[in-house]
């Protein structure tokens, strides 16, 4: 009689350095977001041009974080 195989797969060992690489991802990903948004709001402010410049820098950023993550995935 042939032995019964076990039923549950051995859990892989995590790496570290893969957990690394995601957190740099996200920690760069928001500081980007952040600054562009953030830079287009107190620009905005201080050239009294009132969305303009905020809504460029969301644009930038939304274009920034699909490259960014874009280039990650090759």
Not at 27 to 41: D, H, T
Request: proline share 8%.
């Amino acid at each position: 009689m042939a032995k019964p195989k076990p039923t549950s797969k051995p859990i892989p060992e995590k790496d570290p350095k893969g957990f690394m690489r995601f957190y740099s991802l996200a920690f760069e990903l928001v500081i980007m977001n952040v600054s562009l948004i953030l830079g287009g709001f107190l620009a905005d402010r201080y050239l009294q041009t009132s969305p303009l410049l905020i809504l460029i820098g969301t644009l930038l950023a939304m274009a920034g974080t699909i490259w960014l993550l874009l280039k990650s995935l090759k």
